[in-house]
């Protein structure tokens, strides 16, 4: 009973930024690693960035020094934030937590609606 909602996508322009925030709400006991992916069309989705709830943040190659993943656990919220967008950045970003609903139960993967990032020329 986890939840991701997602919000800032858009249309930018090349060279522009964009911050996306996923807020995660329901009944769970707590979250490990929150992360973000991605998908053009006819491509495979793909891993962006991830975030542990210690702070140590993995990135694919083609994002790193231009993307920032942060996260407030307070607020149970995870933030991208992009600079230097290029039009290959356009996809569909989806949200992710691994979160164990209870304290005995395994870590599960929950996945966000998705949110359109477009970036023009």
């Known amino acids: 009973q986890v939840q991701l909602v997602e919000s800032g996508g858009g249309l930018v322009q090349a060279g522009g930024s964009l911050r996306l925030s996923c807020v995660a709400s329901g009944s769970f006991f707590s979250i490990k690693t929150m992360g973000w992916y991605r998908q053009a069309p006819g491509k495979q989705r793909e891993l962006v960035a991830t975030?542990?709830?210690?702070?140590?943040?993995n990135y694919v190659d083609s994002v790193k020094g231009r993307f920032t993943i942060s996260r407030d656990n307070a607020k149970n919220t995870v933030y991208l934030r992009m600079d230097s967008l290029k039009p290959e950045d356009t996809a569909v970003y989806y949200c992710?937590?691994?979160?164990?609903?209870?304290?005995?139960?395994?870590?599960?993967?929950?996945w966000g609606q998705g949110t359109q990032v477009t970036v023009s020329s």
């Open positions: 975030i542990t709830s210690v702070g140590s943040t």
């Open positions: 992710n937590a691994e979160a164990a609903p209870t304290w005995y139960t395994p870590r599960e993967d929950y």
